[in-house]
């Protein structure tokens, strides 16, 4: 959910969209119509057949408005019926106590009549660290008490006390509890740290990666994630992975181009111009990772790399899949075969994207490509989709 | 060539690195974590005035068990555990920057420690209309502006120059890493963790050591240490923030005058 109005100079101004990008940049009259046009849009994406909609938080930015998803995901349960609201999600560390996630998402799965996705994401360093001040060195540990905590109190049949290093409750007992039994399906997006791999399979939760630079970029990590499965004795189904493409259709690659370019460029150029000493604060990724050789996905090192892109190299780079129906079949088909993703889910509102724009893509997308991407993994069951929600994998 | 050894509290839990050499009253030096050796030219002129004990924080190279240490508070006591078990009842205490911090915490938290104080630029309190600079995560260029007064001199150009080949470079990121995550584990994201309330309670006699150009740790702190540290002394150097290894006959000398007077 981008704010769509940054100057055409901003990266040459400003230092970074995220932290500190002053708010005198950003006109409250103009973004109080841009939250109807999102949720517009993910309405219209259900009445177009889509099995899920997704929202997430990011704080401090002008790249994405919603420091609070749950906002987003109540208004949707209103006006929505079928598809699974995929909130990718609260970040656990950041909630004081983190039983409120426990409780909203409870709320959200009675307000959705069961389709809730519960996504537990560490949060980006900028978010997390710099946006709400929470020491990066212990940043995990607080995450990972945190999840045993949310998960305590929507499984134990028990009024229970929990004492951890960073929270302490005397009586943990939520009310409500959530419809999902034993809990809504846990998705858990991930950056690219080591470490998550292995916790997500063994805890038998999705694992996504929220890539912003396409499905080449994003096999190794991929693979990395499928690797840890294996090592802790998961199984492949590849319904145990979800995976973010930025897609753009047209009715041919030349209009795609001429019509989404300016759109996908903001986003490279505008959205994701995070300085450096944002990007990563010290100890946000573990040694492991950091030896692992994973860059952050923002920065300087990745500021270069995508300066000066043109509309070719972000296609040939993988960071968006555009073109016709045809060319987006093709290579989408080729993004979940290679990565072996069962939710794959698809970012069509990008950058500077106008509404009237953003439903064409995701009607043309619905029309002339979900069908022929949706059954590419027969015979594997979804074990991991809100019992609420409709499903069209299975 | 220092001594260098490794002493362990907590049943190994934790252990330090310290570097020692000198003879006369004990003196223990507590690092900036931006210090990228364990002893210095600077450590050298101490040591012909003092014994001088220079131990390594928890997250530098040689130091463990920073993962057991909770906050600030725990390493305060972690550090008093090590002055036991170095037999040190009572020493000079001398930190900087984040050393700083850390030694008047011990003088604070425990008054019968310190023989005598000296800060040079020690972080620890916090002024809205002055803050310290981000030094946790300032990229390489901006960071050796920040610390040095001059850093195209050839101790500062030393600090900043990194290993040539890719594994020893990335030996180095991580290095980098760990040390400043794990003064961040103290001090994120604002390096005020309570002193002020505790700084009533040092009874030794303190010198404060500022560098005149200071750019890390603006020189407006020295007044806040000073109106809360009673009796504080202020004397400047000419130079930045890393003065000490700047013009380290100046610091040291200053520090000699000030325990000897």
Redesign the interface.
Same mark, same amino acid.
Do not use: H
């Given at each position: 959910m981008p704010y769509r109005f940054l100057p055409d100079d901003f990266e040459q101004r400003y230092r970074s969209v995220w932290v500190d990008v002053p708010h005198h940049l950003h006109d409250p009259e103009k973004t109080r119509g841009l939250y109807h046009e999102f949720l517009d849009e993910l309405e219209f994406a259900e009445t177009q057949g889509f099995d899920g909609l997704c929202v997430n938080e990011h704080h401090n930015n002008a790249y994405g408005l919603m420091p609070s998803p749950n906002l987003m995901a109540a208004a949707l349960t209103r006006r929505t019926s079928q598809a699974a609201i995929v909130v990718l999600g609260n970040s656990l560390a950041a909630y004081n106590p983190p039983l409120r996630v426990a409780e909203e998402f409870a709320m959200l799965d009675l307000l959705s009549d069961g389709r809730l996705v519960a996504g537990f994401p560490v949060g980006t360093s900028m978010d997390m660290n710099f946006a709400y001040g929470i020491n990066p060195a212990t940043l995990r540990d607080r995450y990972y008490e945190a999840h045993d905590l949310v998960m305590q109190a929507w499984t134990r049949p028990e009024v229970f006390s929990f004492n951890g290093k960073y929270t302490q409750i005397r009586y943990a007992n939520i009310w409500p509890q959530p419809l999902q039994k034993p809990h809504p399906p846990v998705w858990i997006p991930g950056g690219g740290s080591v470490e998550t791999w292995e916790w997500t399979a063994k805890l038998d939760y999705v694992y996504c990666y929220l890539s912003y630079f396409g499905y080449k970029r994003g096999k190794a990590t991929m693979d990395g994630f499928w690797e840890a499965s294996a090592r802790v004795g998961a199984d492949d189904n590849p319904f145990r992975a979800g995976f973010l493409q930025l897609v753009c259709v047209s009715e041919t690659d030349a209009e795609a181009e001429r019509e989404y370019f300016p759109h996908v460029h903001y986003f490279y150029q505008k959205c994701l111009n995070v300085w450096e000493g944002f990007a990563e604060a010290p100890g946000y990724r573990t040694v492991k990772t950091v030896q692992s050789g994973t860059r952050a996905q923002v920065g300087a090192a990745a500021r270069r790399v995508r300066q000066s892109l043109d509309w070719g190299q972000y296609l040939d780079q993988g960071y968006v899949i555009a073109g016709s129906p045809a060319t987006v079949r093709q290579q989408l088909t080729e993004c979940i075969k290679t990565l072996r993703v069962g939710h794959l889910m698809v970012l069509l509102q990008i950058g500077s994207m106008p509404k009237e724009l953003a439903l064409k893509n995701t009607e043309l997308f619905a029309k002339e490509v979900m069908p022929h991407v949706r059954d590419l993994w027969p015979g594997y069951k979804d074990r991991w989709w809100p019992s609420g929600a409709r499903n069209g994998s299975a | 060539m220092p001594d260098d050894r490794t002493v362990e509290i907590r049943g190994g839990a934790v252990t330090f690195r310290v570097l020692a050499a000198g003879r006369g009253a004990p003196l223990v030096y507590f690092h900036s974590y931006h210090e990228r050796s364990a002893w210095s030219p600077f450590l050298d002129l101490l040591a012909r005035s003092f014994s001088v004990y220079a131990p390594s924080h928890p997250g530098v190279p040689g130091s463990t068990g =920073?993962e057991t240490l909770?906050d600030l508070l725990d390493l305060t006591l972690a550090y008093d555990e090590l002055l036991q078990a170095l037999g040190l009842e009572r020493a000079h205490l001398v930190g900087h920057a984040f050393g700083g911090m850390m030694a008047a915490e011990i003088a604070a938290v425990f008054p019968a420690r310190a023989g005598s104080l000296t800060l040079i630029s020690p972080l620890g309190l916090w002024r809205d209309d002055a803050p310290s600079a981000?030094v946790? =995560?300032?990229?390489s260029d901006?960071l050796a502006p920040a610390l040095w007064h001059d850093p195209a001199s050839g101790v500062a150009r030393q600090w900043a120059t990194l290993p040539g080949s890719d594994q020893e470079s990335?030996a180095a990121?991580?290095e980098?890493?760990?040390?400043?995550?794990?003064?961040?584990?103290f001090a994120?994201?604002i390096p005020d963790k309570g002193l002020k309330k505790r700084l009533h309670r040092i009874g030794a006699s303190t010198l404060l050591l500022w560098g005149d150009a200071d750019r890390a740790n603006p020189l407006v702190y020295a007044d806040e240490w000073q109106r809360r540290v009673k009796g504080a002394a202020l004397r400047l150097l000419p130079g930045g923030h890393m003065g000490l290894h700047e013009r380290p006959e100046s610091a040291a000398r200053a520090i000699v005058e000030f325990i000897g007077a």
């Open positions: - | =920073i909770d981000d946790l =995560i300032l990229p901006e990335l990121e991580v980098s890493i760990q040390r400043r995550s794990s003064m961040a584990k994120w994201p």
